[in-house]
């Protein structure tokens, strides 16, 4: 208000100024009076003039003044503001105290979080430790007793229900005295146990293992144990089971690069989800991520063979359809294929007795005519049927008999059956 | 009488499909086997018409192929004689025989057997079309290659090992047997 009314002020003076000086300052130079009259009037112009400039100019100070006053109080204005954020600093550094607080707390929980992993891991340790202690004794006891479980005070009686003649049902299924797998190769130096003397090999491969003057063959667990008749100590060990990894263990790395060959590709393929590895003669099912074998195939051309045994997933039926006639399961013998071979093994032991057929990779129709079959091979019988003309080819494979063309090589038709 | 002449018709007919369907086997396929190839054939099969006390046949036992020659093949099947297991590094036939090298063993006897009956005159005319030289695939996965030395067929393993037959188409119910003078491994 002060401001508005100084300016209103300012305004009228401004105004009322140029109006009384004008007509002086003119009618003065234009009246024409003597020269001292007009100094005279002159000199008292200008001091009047130079009185009310300052008078004028006065309230221009006044208004600097004010003006000078207002941003004064703004800025204490600014500088309380200043002070009052100044005041507030204190509460984000309790802030970044109390964060660091938490920071300080969450690496405790942490450090908790570590300690009891560690006893957990510790308890665990424990826990394997006494488990091996226990099969340790178990096997001892196995050794000089020749069975553990069999008897009424076996601990698998004592301990409930699920057990077979005192023996764990997985334990039992193998039929070798209750002997814990991975023990039976600890045996070789040592006294074959009891259990396993009289343990003999399965008839069917008896005839493969004879017994001989200077040793014994006895079987036991997936093992066949080659015995000292001077030392009766066991001198060898065979795994009958193919290849030399397990499902439960880590592929080696190196044989992660190390493919399936391109003839059994078709029958074990290779993708994302399931990873086929080939080693030693065996193809390896492996957990892409992992390199934990989930379960292999050992082939017959390198490592797989009669004496050893099927790996249990080997449970069913699946031989192709031109051999069920041929080769169906009875209560003794079984019958599996695999690429390569159609095996026959004994339905107790699983022990493979023998190879009931050898099989290529085979044909199929529409395929290219594979590498090694120029050369006419229709069995005997069927050549007044089946013989080679400029337009047409027969090939015998895996017993059936295929046409193909001579022009394109590629297998045309399947026109018999050769397995009669 | 008309009747009756019907009904003998369709007998007789009924047994010619009868017989038709005896022709077939368990498949649903033609069997079309000739009665004269199958006399030609003998009635012994491989591994009935292999020296029992022969090397080869002992080897073939101890990989467990014996069923398999036993079998209904058919299998061409390359026999070294004993003169060439003799004639082995010492203790390399001794040494194959134990269970612990069955698989080495496996691998060299399932590559002598070929699939199907492979006559010498077909290995013949597999090296004639083939300019000189025929490749045979065997049961092992692998291949021969056969090649003439004269009127002599020579077979090549894929290690470079050579053998000459020196009797031919020994025929057997199962397949048919090609002597050599040396193994192949």
Known sequence: MTK????????????????????????????????ADRAQVDRGGARATARFDRQSARPDRQILRSDRQTSRADRQTSRADRQTLRAERPIRAERVARAQNRQIDRQAIRADRQTMRADRQAIRAGRIDNRSARIDNRASRNLQNGTVFAGDSGWGQAKGRGFIEGCPPGLYMKNNGCLPPGQAKKLIGSVLPAAIVSSSMPIALSSLYPD???????????????????????????????????????LPSNYMSSYVPSAYSSFYPNNQSQCTRYANGVIYYVDCRSGLIENFMP??????????????????????QQYRDLYYNSADTGYWYAPGAIYQYD?????ITSVAALLSPGMSIGQRLPTGYNAYNVPLGYRDTYYD??????????????????ATQLVTALVASALT | MKNMTATLAL????????????????????????????????DKTVAAGLAANGKFLAA?????????????GPYTVIVADDSGFDALPPGTYDNWLKPENRAQLTGVMTNVILPGTVLADDISKAIDNGKGKAVLATMGGGTLTATKDGDKIVLTSADGKKATITKADDKFTNGVVHHVDSVLM
């Open chain 1, 347 to 351: 339905q107790r032991t699983s022990l």
């Open chain 1, 4 to 35: 508005l009314f100084l300016a209103a002020g300012v305004a009228a003076l401004a105004i009322a100024v140029p109006a009384a000086a004008g007509p002086g300052g003119q009618g003065g130079s234009r009246g024409g009076g003597g020269k």
């Open chain 2, 11 to 42: 007998g007789a007919a009924l047994l010619a499909l009868g017989a038709c369907n005896n022709n077939r086997n368990a498949n649903g396929m033609d069997n079309a086997q000739t009665t004269e190839a199958q006399k030609a054939a003998g």
């Open chain 1, 389 to 406: 003309t400029p337009d047409n080819w027969y090939r015998y494979s895996n017993g059936n008999i295929y046409q193909v063309n001579p």
């Open chain 1, 299 to 320: 082939l017959y051309d390198n490592g797989y063979g009669v004496g050893q045994m099927l790996p249990s997933s080997y449970g069913y039926y699946n031989l192709p």
């Open chain 2, 60 to 72: 073939a036992k101890a990989a467990g192929l014996d069923q398999t020659l036993a079998g209904p």
């Open chain 1, 212 to 250: 001989t003057a200077n040793s014994y063959y006895r079987y036991n667990d997936g093992y066949m144990y080659r015995v000292d008749r001077g030392s009766n100590l066991v001198n060898a060990l065979l795994p009958l089971l193919g290849g030399g990894y397990l499902p439960g263990q880590y």
